[in-house]
């Protein structure tokens, strides 16, 4: 294997830690009310924005960055899960499915998000944030390994297995699993579905949040950069929307892959990468590689 070579899967791996982390916000959203979260992008946006903000005005380390971004998106998730989601589904009940007025909903977040974004001074030029950590690369069988991507990797999975974690090891955690599973059973044994159905948003939030932050000082932020959503996607249709750990795998796969595309046939395929794989995947297995038997619902 030449040293590029190399070099393109390990980058690969990286920004695939990033998409898995994302995908694994639109699939708890999903697993928790069967609609996909469009805003996801957006509030991957919104994240990094907040850490540039930080670092400009106050020069605010990382460690505090992550915090801060963590309890804004949180809330922004949270907020939204009450203002927009309660209402609909609300106004839904009885009658048809609320999935295509919550999914039409979440465009809505998506566009308003990057509209207010547009407007603020410092956003009308492309930035980045600064790298995670600096230094040399350090070099593993001749290969130059960045220090930036072994930061983002290790936050990414740190944070992966923290949410699992907190999923399986906690009482919150099993009972955000449960209200999403079976709500009438988890009502029925005391769960305030409710409230566990925002906490999901919110969390959902803190992901993306957290992915905003990750990809700042490789991505130029800009209003747009939403549009890893469709990346993040990627990775969860090839993992399966009802399954966390394959949209975690997926995620690393869509990195190496979507590198590996661009590298055989030239730059620009990377953006219809995305499209291609989804694309692939639907045709050949329409629930995923690690989901479970395709089902028809009606909406």
Do not use: H
């Not at 960055?65 to 963590?70: E, G, L, M």
């Not at 809330?75 to 009658?95: C, D, K, Q, Y």
């Not at 509209?115 to 690369?137: A, C, D, F, K």
């Amino acid at each position: 294997m030449s040293t590029t070579l190399a070099l393109v899967i390990l980058s690969g791996i990286a920004t695939g830690s990033v998409y898995a982390l994302i995908a694994l916000s639109i699939v708890i959203v999903y697993k928790s009310s069967e609609a996909v979260n469009f805003a996801a992008g957006e509030l991957v946006m919104i994240g990094a924005y907040v850490a540039l903000f930080l670092v400009v005005s106050s020069s605010v380390p990382y460690w505090l960055i992550f915090p801060i971004v963590a309890v804004a998106t949180f809330a922004l998730g949270a907020a939204f899960e009450r203002l927009a989601i309660v209402p609909i589904t609300r106004r839904m009940s009885g009658r048809e499915s609320p999935l295509i007025p919550i999914v039409i909903a979440t465009f809505g977040l998506s566009l308003m998000l990057k509209g207010i974004v547009r407007v603020i001074p410092y956003t009308e030029e492309v930035r980045s944030l600064p790298p995670l950590v600096t230094g040399p690369p350090f070099f593993v069988g001749g290969v130059p390994i960045l220090r930036a991507d072994v930061a983002i990797v290790s936050i990414a999975v740190l944070a992966i297995l923290g949410f699992w974690l907190f999923f399986t090891r906690t009482l919150l955690g099993r009972a955000l699993q449960a209200s999403s599973q079976n709500p009438l059973c988890a009502a029925l044994s005391g769960i305030p579905v409710a409230r566990m159905r925002m906490i999901v948003w919110g969390i959902a939030g803190v992901m993306a949040g957290i992915c905003g932050v990750l990809v700042g000082p490789k991505l130029g932020l800009t209003p747009d950069m939403g549009g890893v959503i469709m990346t993040a996607l990627a990775a969860a249709v090839i993992g399966g929307f009802s399954n966390l750990p394959g949209s975690i795998i997926g995620g690393f796969v869509v990195g190496v892959v979507q590198n590996l595309i661009g590298y055989f046939f030239g730059s620009d395929t990377i953006i219809v990468a995305p499209f291609i794989i989804i694309m692939i995947v639907l045709v050949l297995r329409p629930q995923g590689l690690f989901g479970g038997t395709a089902s028809v619902k009606k909406v």
